[in-house]
């Protein structure tokens, strides 16, 4: 059964100040992992995809890295703004089209 | 606008009243989606369907029910059986095809007392 764990469960930083958000899984055999952003009390919405033959995916501030055969991605948040604070959450598909998620990183961007 | 519609967003509900929450999407995607969440705990799935007619339990299934008469509607049904069910619920959507990525919807936050 895929494990997910998320290191670390919360993090504070000051703004401007650059985050490295780790997710590691133990099946190797993966189709894709997603990266997902959760405000509180809201649904989750989808900040990178990253398909098992790329090696990263960047949007703007955000990049993620895969290392499938390490069972390893990073989110990188650059310049960190108040407006980041959130829970992410990494999450992965298997070979059986179903996502196996982490319980996820609380970030709080303090101004 | 293209997505995800849940309702309603608060429910609150007594013990031993079985409870439906609704699920609709217009992205035309073929597979959905139930999950639960609790604090401090990653998603967790409850049931998922890959086409009309047809769903498969996932990991917490016991105490919920589900149909998929339509492609665009997937409700769940909580019952009476499911021994904790407040939660915050989460249905989600992807398409199948050589990429597959989950979009979801707002959530339902469910108290049962």
């Known amino acids: 059964k895929q494990e997910v764990t998320q290191i670390p469960a919360a993090l504070s930083v000051p703004e401007g100040e650059n985050l490295v958000l780790n997710c590691s899984f133990t099946d190797s055999a993966i189709y894709n992992l997603q990266w997902f952003r959760q405000d509180p009390g809201k649904g989750l919405t989808s900040l990178l995809l990253?398909?098992?033959?790329?090696r990263e995916q960047t949007s703007g501030r955000l990049n993620a890295s895969l290392d499938k055969s390490s069972g390893r991605s990073t989110l990188y948040i650059a310049a960190s703004q108040p407006g980041d604070s959130a829970t992410y959450l990494c999450?992965?598909?298997?070979?059986?089209?179903?996502?196996?998620f982490g319980a996820g990183t609380t970030v709080t961007v303090r101004a | 606008d293209g997505g995800i519609t849940q309702s309603p967003k608060y429910l609150f509900r007594k013990e031993g009243q079985n409870v439906t929450l609704s699920c609709e999407q217009n992205l035309n995607h073929d597979a959905m989606y139930w999950y639960r969440q609790d604090p401090g705990q990653g998603l967790r799935l409850i049931y998922y369907?890959?086409?009309?007619?047809?769903?498969q339990k996932g990991d917490i299934a016991e105490g919920y029910s589900v149909s998929r008469e339509k492609k665009e509607s997937f409700p769940l049904t909580v019952t009476s059986a499911q021994k904790n069910p407040t939660a915050f619920y989460l249905c989600a959507s992807s398409k199948r095809d050589t990429i597959y990525e989950q979009y979801f919807g707002p959530g339902t936050r469910l108290t049962v007392t």
């Open positions: 999450a992965v598909w298997g070979n059986d089209y179903k996502l196996s």
């Open positions: 990253i398909q098992s033959s790329q």
């Open positions: 369907s890959q086409i009309v007619n047809d769903f």
